[in-house]
């Protein structure tokens, strides 16, 4: 069983540009969660994908953006970077979105650098 | 949102039992308690959940008040491997993260 993958692992930026990150979710999980951790802190709630719609959203704005697709990997995009988005994200796989008690499995990360 | 609370930081000799506290004195009825664990340099990893009974599995204990408003992660023979920050989150689908606690396990 192939657990969460997450690329590239590490990204250098410039402040204003465009990235995409992006996510493999675990064999069998139809659910994407992503997250943003800054240094020293926990991770932070995105958004949530299920079924390639988004489920729900955490309190970033909208230049924050994703897409899941049809084999229920996913990607993460995040317009006009600012120094603040510099952060590990976090993706996070499940088994069915909003069962309650489900447990997330979180890959590796992508440690973003903007400068 | 409910929140929790929980110590910044703890200390413990490897080999000796660990109790982790968290308070969620806001906890509503469907809220499930979820323990997760991240190592440096890596993403978190799931620990242990419940509703409202103790509960058991390989890594660790969690026990659970009666009045559902604190819990307790029990690591009964800690390792040096365990040294973590530990994450208590009351999640009903979304996870809402703390600043969690850091353990270090002193040889």
């Known amino acids: 069983e192939t657990g969460v993958t997450q690329s590239p692992t590490h990204l250098i930026k410039t402040r204003g540009q465009q990235v995409t990150l992006r996510c493999s979710s675990q064999s069998g999980h139809n659910t994407v969660s992503w997250y943003q951790q800054a240094l020293g802190q926990g991770p932070q709630f995105i958004f949530q994908y299920y079924r390639e719609e988004e489920n729900g959203r955490g309190n970033f704005p909208p230049r924050f953006s994703g897409l899941q697709f049809p084999n229920y990997s996913s990607e993460l995009n995040v317009n006009a970077l600012e120094l603040d988005d510099s952060a590990l994200y976090l993706c996070?796989?499940?088994?069915?979105?909003?069962?309650?008690?489900?447990?997330?499995?979180f890959g590796p990360g992508t440690r973003l650098l903007v400068l | 949102d409910a929140k929790t609370t929980q110590p910044n930081s703890m200390e413990s000799n490897e080999e000796e039992p660990v109790h982790l506290p968290c308070n969620h004195s806001t906890i509503s009825g469907t809220d499930y308690i979820h323990w997760y664990r991240q190592l440096p340099s890596q993403g978190p990893e799931y620990v242990i959940h419940?509703?409202?009974s103790n509960v058991n599995n390989r890594m660790a204990s969690l026990a659970i008040a009666e009045d559902r408003k604190s819990s307790t992660l029990i690591l009964h023979r800690a390792t040096l491997r365990d040294a973590a920050v530990y994450y208590c989150i009351l999640s009903h689908w979304d996870m809402r993260f703390g600043a969690g606690t850091r353990l270090t396990v002193k040889p």
């Open positions: 996070a796989s499940s088994p069915l979105a909003g069962a309650p008690g489900e447990t997330q499995y």
């Open positions: 419940g509703l409202t």
